[in-house]
């Protein structure tokens, strides 16, 4: 399949990593239509990242409705007639030590990290089995592989991730869709910005290539295992974490 024809849906793709991988797929020639929950940032991606009109399709969209994100996914599959790639990027974070967490911190960063996963690899698997072909890509994090104080929410639906990946790899394979996750180490965006300095200068101690990492090292990961160039693998989390993860 020329890397040109496909069509990618890539979620959280207003700002952040998720705005670097829609430019980098859109760079390959994709058709890349781009989820988020804020309009206003959505608003202002096609000239952030200079696309073609009838390449750039932004849809507003909150990824934890059900109903209305497999709504998106359907109307996306019947007006394009193909859908080959879905990155589940969109993520938040609420931090806070385990022993003062709310339930309500818990459940949101779970339903946004990992239900919102769910509802939307379950609703891309029907059209990508029907055109045997797709790639699925999860955006897990170090955090998922190895834990973070003050993270137990998010490591947790991070952690879920790498089960969804793996299980959706297995039972998908046979048609040729593949399912992999990337997992960044520490990434510098508007949602480590908000990080205190020393939980910074901790995370960047941690580092063997001593920097952050740019949206653009995770955008170029993602962007192999959405092409044809990974063909062979799924089932697999890629770092991309500057070394930490071994
Ligand atoms: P970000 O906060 O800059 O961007 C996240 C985007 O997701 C935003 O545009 C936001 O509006 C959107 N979003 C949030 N909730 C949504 C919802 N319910 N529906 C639709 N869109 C929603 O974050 P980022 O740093 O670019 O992170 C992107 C992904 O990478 C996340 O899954 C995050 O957990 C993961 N990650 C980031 C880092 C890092 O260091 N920045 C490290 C590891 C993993």
């Not at 779970?110 to 890509?137: E, Q």
Request: charged share 25%.
């Amino acid at each position: 399949m020329a890397e040109n024809e496909k069509v990618a849906i890539v979620t959280g793709a207003a700002r952040g990593i998720g705005r670097e991988i829609a430019r980098e797929l859109l760079s390959m020639g994709m058709t890349v239509v781009a989820v988020d929950l804020k309009d206003d940032l959505l608003a202002e991606l096609p000239a952030a990242l200079d696309a073609p009109g009838e390449k750039l399709d932004c849809r507003t969209m909150d990824v934890t409705d059900s109903e209305g994100f497999t709504g998106l996914i359907d109307a996306v599959a019947e007006q394009y007639g193909r859908l080959d790639v879905l990155v589940n990027n969109a993520g938040i974070t609420r931090d806070g030590l385990l022993m003062r967490m709310e339930d309500a911190d818990w459940e949101a960063v779970v339903k946004v990290n990992l239900t919102s996963a769910f509802i939307g690899t379950r609703a891309v698997a029907r059209h990508m089995l029907r055109g045997r072909s797709g790639s699925i890509i999860n955006m897990t994090s170090y955090s998922g592989l190895e834990g973070n104080r003050g993270q137990a929410n998010y490591s947790a639906s991070k952690a879920g991730m790498v089960g969804l990946t793996k299980t959706t790899a297995k039972e998908l394979a046979s048609k040729n869709v593949r399912c992999n996750a990337v997992a960044p180490g520490f990434i510098k965006t508007e949602m480590t910005d908000a990080l205190p300095q020393q939980a910074k200068d901790v995370a960047l101690s941690l580092i063997p290539l001593k920097r952050m990492g740019a949206p653009e090292d995770v955008a170029r990961a993602v962007a192999f295992l959405a092409s044809d160039a990974s063909a062979y693998i799924t089932a697999q989390v890629l770092s991309v974490d500057g070394g930490m993860h071994t």
